[in-house]
């Protein structure tokens, strides 16, 4: 049991100290990816007026989802059934984001950009 709760196995200690040790090209570059997609997302969603924050370091994002008049796991499994879009709802994350879904930076600018559109003529096609 000690072994399993309170020794690091040694594989990951010579992974992480690969990772400390390492060359920093390819971190320095995946932080630039993720902060054009960041930026992307949030230009997006500012124009629509659903962004919540801007995020610092996650690559993750939160959209306001409330003008669709649907909490956020109904507006997370509406938004998936008519726009193929999937998103998390905000409520997994407590009850401040009840009417907020979180969007997921891992993925291509083009497919961030097409999802973000669709969500938001979506909140659009609701509100009315």
Known sequence: LESNSSCV???SQCAAEAALDGPRGP?????EAYRRRR???VEM??????LIT????????MADVQRSGLDSYGFARDLLATKKVAVAP????????RGAVRISL??????????IQRLTERVDELAI
């Open 54 to 61: 801007r995020p610092q370091g996650a690559f993750y994002i």
């Open 9 to 11: 196995p040694y594989l």
């Open 90 to 97: 905000g409520t997994a994350f407590g009850e401040s984001t």
């Open 27 to 31: 971190i320095r570059d995946m932080v």
């Open 106 to 115: 891992a993925s291509s600018p083009d497919n961030l950009s097409a999802g």
């Open 45 to 50: 969603l500012n124009a629509s007026g659903i």
């Open 39 to 41: 930026d992307l997302c």
